[in-house]
């Protein structure tokens, strides 16, 4: 099977707004008033513990459906701990990003916790946003320069 | 400055879609069609890139305001590739998530092109999402049963 490309792509609509076009959707990332943002829309960290529970919660029941049972219900959580001194500029001491990221499943299913384990142990393995945040991914960033002179 | 906590949490409204509580947003995360979806909305690795491009903007204007120039517009267009089969249960040759990430960035801006690059340089070092996806984070998966017997 060959590789699939996906693609966002758009524009800032202020300091801390990011309007981005994903196919017909559209999503808004913001960043709440205590960060200097209007509010509108989950802010950046908050798209990537979404997109993780939700690549989750997609695997999961690829899996249950392989190890031959049903997912009734699945509630999922997933919180991180940044420090935001590096994106501040005020230290250099710590990453940038999240130190840590806990994903919790909450599976309802009538199981042994035995297949549950390897249901567990098989979604780890093979979630796409798990592999990116535990792993090291290639992450090249260009620039385009459209100077004020240019317009 | 002491660390910031982000959570997100939520239930499967079906077998690929996602409904997450970001604080008082509502985050849907599904899959197109051809994947099984309903396609209510972007997929979970969409979710990765706009997350990432929306945390390359608000450091684009922190640093930006730093380096004393105005950001007139930012177009950012976020890339990346990944092969299913992983994910799929079909091979295991190949890691799971995006082999590659590729962000690009057009500023209007009225600046050298060796500010420009400083920027890039400083904005690159200091945004948690690209610090998450390029480096190694730990994450922690566990899972917290509720059999059908327990219901």
Same mark, same amino acid.
């Given at each position: 099977?060959?590789?699939?490309?996906?693609?966002?792509?758009?524009?800032?609509?202020?300091?801390?707004?990011?309007? $981005? @076009?994903?196919?017909? #959707? &559209? !999503?808004?990332?913001?960043?709440? /008033?205590?960060? *200097?943002?209007? %509010?509108?829309?989950?802010?950046?960290?908050?798209?990537?513990?979404?997109?993780?529970?939700?690549?989750?919660?997609?695997?999961?029941?690829?899996? $249950? @459906?392989?190890?031959? #049972? &049903? !997912?009734?219900?699945?509630?999922? /959580?997933?919180? *991180?701990?940044? %420090?935001?001194?590096?994106?501040?500029?005020?230290?250099?001491?710590?990453?940038?990003?999240?130190?840590?990221?806990?994903?919790?499943?909450?599976?309802?299913?009538?199981?042994?916790?035995?297949?549950?384990?390897?249901?567990?142990?098989?979604?780890?393995?093979?979630?796409?946003?798990?592999?990116?945040?535990?792993?090291?991914?290639?992450?090249?960033?260009?620039?385009?320069?459209?100077?004020?002179?240019?317009?």
């Amino acid at each position: 099977m060959s590789d699939l490309q996906f693609s966002v792509a758009g524009v800032r609509t202020s300091a801390t707004q990011f309007k $981005a @076009k994903a196919r017909q #959707f &559209t !999503l808004v990332v913001d960043e709440p /008033e205590d960060f *200097g943002g209007t %509010n509108e829309d989950a802010n950046p960290v908050e798209y990537i513990l979404a997109g993780f529970a939700g690549c989750t919660n997609v695997i999961g029941h690829i899996v $249950a @459906k392989e190890l031959g #049972f &049903t !997912l009734n219900n699945l509630h999922i /959580e997933v919180s *991180g701990t940044l %420090n935001p001194q590096r994106l501040l500029g005020t230290s250099f001491d710590q990453r940038a990003g999240f130190k840590a990221i806990n994903l919790n499943l909450t599976p309802e299913a009538d199981v042994s916790e035995e297949t549950l384990a390897k249901w567990l142990q098989i979604v780890e393995d093979r979630c796409p946003v798990k592999d990116n945040l535990q792993n090291s991914t290639p992450v090249n960033v260009t620039v385009a320069a459209k100077t004020a002179c240019a317009l």
